[in-house]
C-alpha cells in the first residue's frame, strides 16, 4: 500500500481507490488501534464513481511510530495536512468509536475542509466513564511492547461479532499488534479527558450516525444525545450488529456511506 510523508512529520500508511485521484473524497479515520485495513470490507463495495481514502493513524499499522503525540487533538492535528498532501480540497470523513471524536474535532477546527461525517458508534463523551476507567487501570497500563496476539485477537472479538471472517480476523491482528503501548496509553488517556459536547452546536454539516443495536460498549442514550447535540444529525440502527456494524454489514454499511457522501461531493 502507499504511504504518504508530511514534511518533516509522520509517514502515513493509507488505500486510495476509485475516483480517480478527485479533490472530493471520503476519508475513514479507523478507531483507536485499528489501520486503514479495517475498512477493508467497506473499500471494496464503494462505487468507483467516489474515492475513497482510508489512513492509518500515526502510531497505527504501518504509518510512523513516535514517542509521544495521540491525543484525540494530536490525531485530529494529521488530517489537513493528509488532506493537502493527497489533493483532497473537501471531505466527508468517515471516524469509528473513539476516531468519531478525531472527526468531530477536524470539523470543529477546519469545517471548510469537511462535507459531512458518517460517524459509526460514536460515544458523546468518554470523560470520567467509569468502564473505560476500569479498562485503562486493569489492561492498558499493563500494556508492554510488543502487543500480545492472543490479547490483540480477544480485543477484536471481544468489541465486535462472533461472525467475522477468520481471515479479516488474522489481518486485524497483524496490524493491532503493530500499535506500540505507549500509544496505546496516551490514546486511551485521552479518549477518557477528552469532552467537546459543548462545542458540537457549531457543527453545522450533515452528520449520519450509524450504530448496532447490540453494541455493548457505546449505548443508544449517547446516540439520543448527539442527534439533540448535532443540529443536522440523523440516527441509523442496524438490528442485531454490535460495535462494529461495517465488519458486520459491510455492503450495507458501503451502500449507505456512498448515498450520504454523493450528494455533498458533487
Known amino acids: 500500500m502507499p504511504a504518504i510523508k508530511l514534511g518533516s512529520g509522520p509517514e502515513f500508511s493509507y488505500s486510495d481507490q476509485g475516483g480517480t485521484g478527485s479533490p472530493r473524497a471520503v476519508v475513514l479515520i479507523p478507531g483507536p488501534t485499528d489501520s486503514w485495513r479495517s475498512y477493508d470490507p467497506v473499500l471494496a463495495s464503494i462505487p468507483d464513481h467516489l474515492r475513497g481514502v482510508a489512513v492509518s493513524l500515526r502510531g497505527h499499522g504501518d ?38 471524536l478525531v472527526a468531530r474535532r477536524v470539523a470543529l477546527d477546519a469545517p471548510d475542509r469537511v462535507a459531512g461525517l458518517l460517524l459509526e ?39 465486535s461479532s462472533e461472525n467475522l471472517p477468520p481471515v479479516l480476523i488474522e489481518d486485524l491482528v497483524d496490524d493491532l499488534v503493530k500499535v506500540p503501548a505507549h500509544a496505546w496509553k496516551e490514546m486511551f488517556a485521552s479518549l477518557i479527558d477528552y469532552d467537546d459536547t459543548t462545542e458540537l452546536a457549531r457543527v453545522e454539516i450533515p452528520v449520519r450516525l450509524v450504530w448496532g443495536e447490540d453494541d455493548a460498549l457505546v449505548p443508544r442514550w449517547m446516540q439520543d444525545q448527539l442527534v439533540d447535540l448535532l443540529p443536522r444529525a440523523e440516527l441509523t440502527v442496524y438490528p442485531g450488529v454490535g460495535h462494529t456494524p461495517r465488519w458486520e454489514q459491510p455492503s450495507r454499511f458501503a451502500q449507505e456511506l456512498a448515498a450520504f457522501a454523493s450528494p455533498l461531493l458533487d
Open 121 to 159: 458508534a460514536s460515544p458523546s463523551t468518554l470523560s470520567g466513564d467509569d468502564n473505560l476507567r476500569r479498562f485503562i487501570d486493569t489492561v492498558v497500563s499493563t500494556l508492554t511492547s510488543p502487543i500480545d496476539r492472543e490479547f490483540a485477537r480477544s480485543f477484536i472479538t471481544d468489541t
Open 63 to 100: 504509518s510512523s511510530k513516535a514517542p509521544t503525540g495521540y491525543s484525540i487533538d494530536d490525531l485530529a492535528s494529521d488530517i489537513v495536512p493528509l488532506l493537502n498532501g493527497l489533493g483532497i480540497e473537501r471531505a466527508a470523513l468517515v471516524g469509528h468509536s473513539g476516531s468519531c
